[in-house]
């Protein structure tokens, strides 16, 4: 910074400079007091004592006595602002001078001089010298006569103030210098941070009367970036940086705001959060959610929860109307559920005449339907859950007239009987009627109970009706309260259809003939197939009233070891947003044992990171690893565990006041087990394209490891032919993140369950497999899934194989299936299905026995499709037909959609780009037969100028060895 005034006044200021002068021969320190400058007689007494606060003071009150005018004295204090130092002949000054200026002590508000600060290396910097002085008409005489002090500004390239005294004996110089206080930081009102709005900037800082810079691209702020004078918006993705200055002042450090501004084009939920009231996630507490929602145009969100326990929705029928929908399309109202299609419901049952109107007006929340009294209804798809003998029934209620029957909903048997029905009556009173089974011996006694409220609903008068069910007792609840209860234990029929707005179904000639409708608007409709405690239906009214859809679960309907989740999809009545889904939530009441990311009785041949962690949050563990017992005295386990020898490690899980879990026990061995001597060499060894390829090795097994297998990865020209090689060698058995190993380069990885392990199928060992391990699936709701890669979509051609032990014939069981492109599957015999021609391709069931293993294989050479079991041909169809290119991911054991659920056991999972020829799956089929992976590439599968290869993994039960490489061959003409 450049000096600007070429002369000027120091002016006396409250708490600044004391100046002290003292004239020191060969170079003696100067010293000034913060509030005036004055004269010491005994040059030589200041030198002896100058280390002497008294007797400085004692001088300065001399000297003040002989001075023009009065000038207060400070106490020299070395915790004060002046810090002397001999050594490096220098004052430093840490006191600020106010507002560049001295002012007389007598009287603040006149001021004498002007001071210029020059900065260099964060500090102030002044010069004392008398060499060349030259005397200024602003001159301060301390002393009347004897001794003046001067200040004028130095030439510009010295970057220096110069402070001259003059006395008739002494010439002194010396260099003081004053640290700046930094300016404060520029502070923004909104966080760095993702935003789905405008966002509103304001920046301030803690130093008052600062200026503050900012720059809005990322680039470096200075003085002459754009000055901060107002807030200002934000609509798109920005960096923000800001500076701060203020004169006398060093320059604030530089912030730094990143906004990442996505505003939505549709209603967008963010910030999903499941949380437990208590943080401990135990049973005792309830669950709740938080999140937070935007529309364009500000309009009001709507976010409708689909509460799921252990992947599986709470409720049968989800229905709050909050999005507009009108017309009698099948299955045109969306049951917000993890069912699909299956309990959607229609309006007016396809008719019409019959439909309700959607609308806003009178509406508890959000969206809802007006019935006109007359024949409006909806029905509700049919579903093999309405088949519980327990159930809960929810809706909102506003009728419109009383004084008559009118009903809300009813579920009926394909009999036209009803398991139950629920309606206002006359009398204005809510009425629940529970049926019986249609073929039991009740009915000959009575076919229905009948309880009503004590309530009375008035026109006009919102009201939340809930009924509930248990074969113990049949409860009304109106507004969260519980209403009637009575004793019932009638067995209710198997469920058909469930209806809104109406009392009576008949299924005659008149399809859906209807009476008693509903006169009023009706919203929230929830059917549940069991009966909700009272205290849950106390928090779904709370929250209902508080303008929510359900965002809490009492702890009464929570149990022990569940894992919840919550999907969340916003409307605006108009429009949906994308379904956004909250973190799992483990509920339990005891703590569950630690994992590890590697497997108990492991050989290795390296050292292994090991993770210790739980599938709760908040938990804390403790491990040793001398086979000793863990308590929470023991190691807490904070990183990574380095392992490279035989050792046993043993852990256990901690959190708050809960029982502490059981102790997990990991045992890692690092003794030898390896291969040797392994060649890849043609039948005749001259390498032609007429002879077969075959690896050959020895296993090193010095420890008798068990179930030992050699898994192989044939190349051809350096990459596997294999686009999946799933050979299910290795003991899996959580549902962790595609941790079910493709021994393909392509590293297609599998997660059991898709992430759930109630989905999961069992691993089950050689004993009970074709070669190795493999996993058997319980036919309900068992898979293994595969993300979509480009990898499985097929255009040329393919081949899908397996060896298979089917329990089951009786219904459609998937093997593969990648849903809208191809499915292998058990039906009416072992199919292949094109999705983009809808043919199939049948080998007859016949040639499928149940409890007995079968190699599977369907191939697809561009033109004609093929099944084979066994390595033989079973049948075959032309079909050019390209399969479609989807999205979906692909499953082994089941269909993403409808079930399909293989019965039995599955394994050596392969699939390639390319069709096998005949002889080649006959060569898979004799290879598992001997209870080996695929050693052999018969002559059929090569050509003149390929070079082939093979990696060798040599496994365990437990664990894989990294591959061995194979020596190349380079097939001749």
């Known amino acids: 910074m450049n000096l600007k005034n070429k002369a000027g ?3 006396l200021v409250t708490g600044v400079i004391i100046t002290l002068i003292s004239i020191i021969i060969a170079g003696i320190i100067i010293s000034f007091a913060s509030d005036y400058f004055g004269s010491l007689e005994d040059i030589q007494n200041y030198n002896n004592n100058k280390n002497n606060l008294e007797y400085i003071n004692n001088v300065l009150n001399d000297l003040s006595s002989k001075g023009e ?5 400070i106490d020299l204090d070395p915790t004060n602002i002046i810090t002397f130092n001999q050594t490096e002949n220098n ?47 602003n001159s301060i005489d301390i002393t009347s006569t004897r001794q003046k002090v001067k200040f004028e500004v130095a030439d510009d390239s010295s970057s220096s103030f110069k402070i001259a005294v003059n006395r008739e004996d002494a010439v002194v110089s010396e260099e003081i210098q004053i640290i700046l206080e930094d300016a404060s930081p520029a502070l923004s009102n909104v966080s760095s941070g993702t935003y789905y709005s405008e966002q509103t900037i304001t920046l301030t800082s803690l130093t008052e009367s600062s200026t503050i810079y900012y720059t809005l691209d990322g680039s470096t702020p200075t003085d002459s970036s754009t000055e901060y004078t107002t807030s200002f918006s934000l609509t798109e993705t920005t960096t923000l940086k800001t500076i701060t200055y203020k004169e006398n002042y060093n320059p604030s450090e530089i912030t730094t705001y990143t906004y990442t501004i996505d505003i939505p084009t549709e209603p967008t939920v963010y910030n999903q959060l499941l949380f437990s009231s208590e943080g401990n996630d135990t049973t005792d507490e309830n669950l709740e959610i938080s999140f937070s929602s935007i529309s364009p145009g500000g309009v009001d969100t709507y976010i409708i929860t689909d509460w799921r326990k252990d992947n599986s929705s709470m409720w049968l029928i989800n229905t709050p109307f909050d999005k507009q929908v009108s017309g009698y399309t099948s299955g045109n109202i969306k049951s917000y559920t993890s069912y699909g299609t299956t309990y959607n419901g229609t309006l007016g049952a396809g008719y ?3 439909t309700p109107t959607w609308t806003t007006t009178n509406c508890p929340l959000g969206g809802c339907y007006n019935f006109d009294g007359s024949d409006d209804y909806i029905s509700f798809g049919n579903g093999s859950l309405y088949n519980n003998k327990y159930f809960t029934t929810c809706v909102y209620i506003r009728p419109d007239t009383v004084n008559k029957q009118q009903g809300l909903f009813g579920q009926y048997d394909n009999h036209g009987v009803y398991r139950y029905r629920v309606y206002l009556n006359s009398n204005n009173k809510i009425y629940f009627e529970v049926g019986c089974d249609y073929s ?31 074969e113990q007792y049949a409860k009304i609840y109106i507004n969260g309260d519980l209403d009637k209860s009575q004793a019932e234990t009638r067995h209710i029929g198997a469920g058909y259809l469930n209806y809104l707005g109406t009392n009576t179904y008949t299924p005659s000639v008149i399809k859906y003939s209807v009476s008693y409708t509903f006169d009023g608007i009706l919203d929230e409709f929830l059917v549940k197939d069991t009966a909700y405690s009272a205290e849950q239906i106390k928090q779904m009214y709370t929250d209902l009233e508080s303008g929510k859809h359900i965002n809490s679960i009492a702890s009464q309907e929570t149990g022990s070891d569940e894992q919840w989740s919550v999907y969340l999809t916003p409307t605006d009545l108009t429009d949906e947003g994308t379904t956004k889904v909250t973190n799992n939530l483990y509920v339990d009441e005891i703590l569950t044992p630690p994992l590890s990311n590697y497997p108990s009785a492991t050989y290795f041949d390296s050292s292994i990171d090991v993770n210790l962690f739980t599938l709760r949050t908040g938990n804390t563990i403790y491990y040793t690893t001398d086979g000793s017992t863990p308590t929470d005295s023991s190691t807490e386990f904070t990183d990574l565990i ?12 901690y959190k708050g006041s809960l029982t502490p879990s059981s102790v997990s026990t990991f045992n890692y061995s690092f003794a030898t087990l390896d291969l040797s001597n392994i060649l890849l060499s043609s039948s005749s060894d001259t390498n032609t394209s007429s002879e077969d390829l075959n690896i050959t090795y020895t296993i090193n097994n010095p420890n008798s490891y068990t179930d030992v297998t050699v898994i192989t990865d044939w190349k051809k020209n350096g990459n596997s032919i294999a686009v999946l090689n799933m050979p299910f060698d290795v003991n899996i058995s959580n549902s962790n993140y595609k941790n079910v190993k493709d021994y393909s380069d392509n590293l297609n990885h599998a997660t059991l369950g898709d992430g759930d392990s109630n989905n999961s199928p069992t691993w089950t060992n050689s004993s009970s497999c074709k070669v190795g391990g493999c996993y058997d699936f319980d036919g309900v709701n068992d898979t293994i899934n595969i993300e979509n890669e480009s990898d499985f979509d097929f255009t040329n051609a393919f081949t899908l194989s397996a060896w298979i032990y089917p329990r089951d014939l009786t219904a459609s069981k998937a093997i593969f299936r990648k849903d809208s492109a191809y499915i292998l599957y058990l039906s009416t015999g072992l199919d292949l299905y094109n999705w983009a021609d809808s043919t199939r391709l049948i080998c007859d069931i016949s040639n499928i026995t149940v409890n007995t293993w079968q190699l599977v294989t369907a191939t697809w050479d561009g033109t004609t499709k093929k099944i084979y079991v066994d390595g033989t041909l079973c049948n075959s169809l032309t079909d050019s037909t390209n399969f479609n290119t989807t999205d979906n991911d692909i499953r082994i054991g089941s269909s993403s959609t409808v079930g399909m ?73």
């Open 69 to 73: 005018g009065s000038y207060k004295l």
């Open 901 to 973: 659920n293989f019965d039995g056991l599955i394994d050596e999972a392969l699939v390639l780009d390319f069709a096998l020829t005949q002889d080649q799956i006959t060569a898979l089929y004799n290879a598992g037969v001997a209870g080996k992976h695929l050693e052999t590439i018969d002559s059929s599968e090569t050509t003149s100028g390929e070079e082939w290869s093979a990696n060798l993994f040599v496994t365990t039960n437990q664990s894989s060895k990294s591959a061995d490489e194979s020596n190349s061959i380079t097939i001749l003409p």
């Open 9 to 11: 006044i120091i002016p």
């Open 352 to 354: 019409s005449t019959r």
């Open 440 to 470: 039991s011996p009740e009915c000959s006694s009575g076919w229905k109970t009948t309880i009503y409220s004590n309530k009375t609903i008035s026109a006009g008068e919102t009201a939340y009706v809930c009924v509930t069910y248990d």
């Open 642 to 653: 380095n392992i490279s020898e035989d050792i046993t490690l043993k852990a256990i899980n």
């Open 91 to 137: 004052i430093t000054i840490t006191q600020i001078v106010k507002n560049n200026n001295f002012y007389k002590k007598q009287d603040e508000n006149k001021q004498i001089g002007n001071l210029n600060i020059s900065k260099e290396n964060m500090k102030l910097i002044f010069t004392l010298d008398l060499n060349n002085i030259v005397d200024l008409n």
